[in-house]
């Protein structure tokens, strides 16, 4: 009955050996599939003792166990037997009286178990790695995140900063809308409304902006797709208008448009400008009105002394016909005075207007009319001359007056010759006007330049010494400097420099 | 404050300008009865034949007016408006003979009706010239209306 029990239940677990012994180490009994896997057959142990029918490194190897089992330890072990593994556990089987009887060896194949636990262990491996991978990954964009946390921080502070503090206004709104969302204390002040009152309101509602002028600046917008330094007019919260610099861009946060409006209060500058033009409006009608009058009276000195010199000529001696001269060259000398003086101060408050002049051409021109209106033994040289940037008839006067200086104060050489020539240094165009002629004391050459300095006499050199002022004047305006070097007999190089745009 | 025939009306305030410019017109003979008068009022009075020239035959009218714009009293451009809108005035050459070369004189004296603007010359040569040039032309060349 045992006997049957025992097979049944070796026949119920696949793979596996149950065998009894005695204390002879005898098998006497012997069930089980895996008999024929371990290399043997029931025939050949049942009923045998084992150190019969086991080889002796065999016996060996199971001796020590069956002597636990039989002490009463119940113990299992695995066993690799070649390709596949056994799983063996010994039971002491005891009877009624407690006695060791028998042990029970029940043997199983876990081949499949271990290969399903070696599998595991690799699967472990493998996922243990790519957690490890995953967490480093995970570290580094942590730490990028962070990185970028930190920048964007800086920046949104950097941007809060200039926000608040800029003394210019600005304000940031929806596009589509129009609807204001933030705008800076400037902005307030300069508007004359509260944080509460603009904020979720657009310009229109708080009528900001001038009908005309909207429409300006949102063609504007829709053309170029920002706009700049447009001047408009403005409201603040009472009503009042008051010019405004206004420059506009966008920036998207996610969908939404957003535009960023800044508003620079020129009414300072207006009124300034505005000054400006009057004071110079003033000063051309002082000017004119002085001028006009002058001359009046010089027209009756020049006048008067010709009627005595043609009616009352036989009254007069020779010294009188010579004071007489005097009278008409002096009235005619201040003629000259005040149309020099006229035209400087005219100079003066001239807009220079700049165009790409090419100095040949202008030099070429100079030359011909000179040639052609004022008589004169000179050799002009022209040398290659580079372009500039300036007024051209403003730059024509200076090369005039320079031309007709280096061909007066020549005059009496004998073979007097006057040199164009212009060179480039560093991000300076110079052009140099020289002459042979009598030069000057460098001594004096800062007065050279002043308003109606002479370092010659007018018996020497007829002039009123405002041509060079005239030319100094020209040049500052076009942000050059003029210059001049001499010696005396030996001639003189006058120069300017005019920036290269 | 002659009753004939004035051939000249000279209104300028100037007197040495005027002394010269009549010395020159009398000189090239081209005007023997010239009246000069230093302001504007006046220059109304005589041509109307009021005030101070009450009685005066206004049909004697000048051949020419010389007409200064920067006087005292009443302006240059007043008088050239009164004698440019009146029936018995408006045919008279007036040629403003004037110191001021302002866009805003030239065009008020044109859209009045002036029939020429001349910049007096600065200097002496010039303004001799010129005079005598006018005188040539508007008292010899010209054809006036009757």
Known sequence: ?501 | MKNEEVEILMVEDNKQDAEMAIRALKKSHLVNNLIHLDDGARAIEFLFGTGEFAGRDTNKKPRLILLDLKMPKMDGIEVLRIIKQHELTKRIPVIVLTSSKESPDIDSCYSLGVNSYIVKPVDFDGFIKAINELGFYWMLLNQNAE
């Open chain 1, 1 to 501: 009955e045992s006997e049957k029990m025992y097979k049944a239940i070796a026949s119920g677990i696949p793979g596996s050996v149950i065998c009894l012994l005695d204390e002879d180490y005898r098998y006497f009994l012997i069930e089980g599939d895996l008999l024929d896997k371990l290399g043997y057959s029931k025939e050949q142990l049942l009923g045998k003792k084992a150190v019969d029918v086991l080889s002796r490194e065999r016996y060996a190897e199971v001796l020590p166990d069956f002597e636990r089992v039989f002490r009463g330890e119940v113990f299992t072990y695995d066993t690799k037997r070649g390709d596949y593994y056994t799983l063996s556990r010994f039971v002491p089987l005891k009877n009624e009286d407690d006695k060791i009887y028998a042990a029970m060896v029940v043997v199983i194949d876990i081949t499949e178990l271990k290969k399903a636990e070696q599998h595991i262990r690799e699967l472990n491996v493998g996922l243990e790695q790519k957690v490890a991978d995953r967490t480093a990954q995970l570290e580094e964009v942590n730490k990028d995140l962070q990185s970028n946390m930190l920048r964007l921080k800086e920046s949104e502070e950097k941007f809060s900063k200039i926000f608040d503090t800029s003394p210019v206004g600005i304000a940031i709104a929806v596009i589509e809308t129009g609807i204001i969302r933030d705008a800076n204390k400037s902005f307030l002040e300069l508007t004359g409304f509260s944080y509460e009152e603009v904020i979720g309101r657009t310009s229109l509602d708080l009528n900001m902006i001038h009908e005309e002028d909207r429409e300006k600046l949102k063609q504007e917008y829709i053309e170029n797709g920002k706009i700049r330094d447009k001047e408009v007019s403005a409201f603040n919260r009472s009503g009042e208008s008051f010019p405004v610099l206004l420059s506009l861009d966008h920036f998207l946060i996610g969908e939404v448009r957003y535009s960023i409006t800044i508003a620079y209060d020129i009414s300072k500058r207006k009124k300034a400008e505005e000054q400006l033009m009057a004071a110079n409006k003033e000063l051309e009608a002082f000017s004119y009105s002085v001028s006009h009058d002058l001359r009046a009276p010089l027209r009756a000195v020049n006048g008067y002394a010709r009627i005595m010199e043609e009616d009352y000529s036989n009254s007069l001696d020779n010294e009188g016909r010579r004071l007489l001269k005097v009278i008409k060259d002096s009235g005619n000398r201040m003629g000259l005075l005040i149309d020099d003086l006229l035209a400087f101060s005219r100079l003066g408050r001239k807009e220079i207007r700049r165009s790409a002049i090419n100095m040949n051409e202008l030099a070429k021109n100079v030359v011909a009319e000179i040639n052609e209106t004022t008589p004169h033994t000179a050799n002009i040289r022209v040398e290659p001359l580079h372009p500039v940037m300036g007024d051209y008839s403003l730059l024509n006067h200076v090369m005039v007056n320079l031309i007709l200086n280096g061909i007066k104060y020549s005059a009496k050489k004998e073979h007097p010759v006057v040199t164009i020539s212009s060179k480039k240094e560093g991000r300076e165009l110079i052009f140099s006007i020289s002459d042979n002629g009598v030069g000057f004391d460098m001594k004096y050459v800062h007065k050279l330049f002043g308003v109606f300095q002479r370092l010659h006499s007018t018996e020497e050199f007829p002039g009123t010494g405002v041509g060079l002022a005239i030319v100094q004047r020209i040049i500052n305006k076009h942000g050059g400097r003029v210059w001049a070097e001499a010696k005396i007999n030996e001639g003189a190089v006058f120069s300017f420099a005019i920036p290269e745009q």
